[in-house]
């Protein structure tokens, strides 16, 4: 089972998984907001400008999904949802060459560190959404009032996620949960997306 399948498994558990109508066949339309999208293709965007590997984009996405990310994160999702997309979408083809992204994947020192404890890997996926995001603030160049309204409201979607971590640490949604994420220190995609990764200077 791919680790996304296992990952929605658990969202259908908690009920924070996708709307289903009393009809199974029957999807609900689901309307994602501003942030969301934001996050989505801020992470989409920087996969592809790094030009990921295969083994390193399954390697941040995880076997279970929640190696890395906490489930049903307002952060996490769109997160984790676009690395998933990156993952699955078909490469680049031409008579000439064949690849996936505009990169040539991460700095051999980055790589290194997929290669570490998982401890290491959050704080890369931590650097990583960090970067990503602000590139993304740095694209669209926003006025300085929206910049600051989408920033605000990145910080009180970190602020949920950490506390649903916590949650999940203390056993609120059973033991398997609480043994997922009982050594985490932090939110690596709340942290990265409110400037308090690596990149940051911030703890």
Not at 51 to 74: A, D, N, R
Not at 75 to 97: N, Q
Not at 106 to 129: I, M, N, Y
Not at 151 to 165: F, I, N, P, Q, V
Request: glycine share 8%; with cysteine.
């Amino acid at each position: 089972m791919k680790p996304v399948t296992i990952f929605f498994a658990c969202l259908l558990q908690l009920g924070v998984g996708p709307a289903f109508s009393a009809d199974p066949l029957r999807l609900l339309h689901v309307e994602f907001s501003m942030e969301h999208r934001f996050i989505f293709y801020a992470v989409l965007e920087g996969a592809y400008e790094e030009g990921l590997s295969e083994e390193t984009v399954s390697t941040l996405l995880g076997e279970k999904g929640t190696e890395h990310f906490v489930i049903g994160c307002p952060i996490c999702m769109p997160a984790y949802e676009a690395l998933a997309a990156y993952r699955d979408a078909p490469r680049f083809t031409s008579k000439k060459m064949s690849q996936k992204g505009f990169g040539t994947d991460l700095p051999a020192e980055e790589q290194a560190l997929l290669l570490g404890p998982v401890e290491e890997r959050r704080k890369l996926v931590r650097t990583l959404v960090s970067r990503w995001i602000e590139a993304r603030f740095a694209l669209l160049n926003l006025p300085a009032d929206r910049e600051k309204a989408l920033r605000d409201s990145l910080l009180e979607m970190s602020e949920k996620g950490t506390a649903l971590l916590e949650h999940f640490k203390k056993g609120g949604n059973g033991d398997q949960l609480a043994k997922d994420y009982v050594d985490w220190e932090f939110c690596p995609s709340c942290s990265g997306a409110t400037l308090h990764g690596p990149a940051s200077g911030k703890p």
